[in-house]
């Protein structure tokens, strides 16, 4: 049985990071196969404090033995140097930060984002065992980049989010509107102010900021709409925390928005912000979704469905890639 090892960022807690831990946690859910390498190595090897619930256990770069599995996230191309013997899976978790993560300098100078990763895409293509995709997005990218994708291994969220959406409350809901700064902000700030404008009663709109895990599922709950008007670089979890907890959701039609796979939200949620007054477009559905939220709210249950369904399909995923066997 070959050991799997993972790497991910040491202290550091979000969506990617925490899919790593969930992936070594599952594949220790039978046999002990898998360890988590934090990076940078030699840093703190603690598993971080929000990620506790899972059953890892770490390792460093010299546990590694030949024929080994070494997941490889995107984000981290530039470490396949370090894993000369083992048989690299590389996971496209997202797109974007791919490149985004290519933009660093490289030998000390500064080379654009583009060059840093054609280098690496056609080292991948030399080194790279097995690519996987967590979206149907990185999917559609490794196809016509030539990288051959293997298989998916796509994630799940926290046992809270599956539980809600398996088990939909039907909570008292106030005219409210949710957001997240931190993605497409120029553009949700274009859609605040033409809700600003309208003659419609202005929704109390709240940024998803300074708020702990507790917090902003509490937030989720009480809310009528989310709004994400970021790149969507992966099938991205808050989009999905939020159907979960019933409330509805609005997005653009970029990156793994735009397609009905990884955002199964229907067309007249998903707004082209390509176009001029694309903000008026969404204030508009914002209103109507405000004024009909109970018969809005009905058109996402096949979401809410696919969204109780994650952890069981990401099982399913992992056992056809990582098999007992293997």
Known sequence: MREIFVVAPADYASGG???????????????????????PFGSNQKCPPEFQRYNITTATPEDVRPGSIVVLPEVFAQL????PTGRIYFWWMSVDTFF??????????????????????RKLRQRVDQHLYQSEYAREFLEASGLHPSARVSDYLADEYIQAASSPRH????????????????????????????????????????????EVADLLARAKIYIDFGEHPGKDRIPREAVAFG????????????????????????????????ERAAAETIRTTIESFDQSAALFDEYRRRVAQEKTV???DIQTVFPTDL
Request: proline residues 6%; hydrophobic residues 40%.
């Open 17 to 39: 990071p925490e899919l790593c831990h969930q992936l070594v946690h599952s594949l220790n859910r039978e046999q002990r196969r898998a360890r988590i390498i934090y990076f």
């Open 247 to 278: 409330t509805c959701v609005l997005v653009n039609r970029r990156g793994s928005a735009a397609n009905f796979v990884d955002v199964p939200v229907p067309e007249t949620f998903k707004i082209n912000d390509r176009v001029p007054g694309f």
């Open 80 to 83: 396949l140097k370090y894993f």
């Open 100 to 121: 985004k993560a290519a933009s660093y300098s490289l030998l000390g100078r500064h080379i654009t984002s583009r060059v840093v990763a054609g280098v690496q895409l």
């Open 314 to 316: 990401f099982l399913e």
């Open 171 to 214: 909570l008292s809901r106030s005219n409210l509107v949710v957001y997240n700064p931190s993605k497409g902000l120029d553009r949700s700030k274009l859609i605040i102010g033409e809700l600003e404008r309208s003659s419609f009663p202005m929704p109390e709109i709240v940024p998803l900021a300074g708020m702990n895990r507790d």
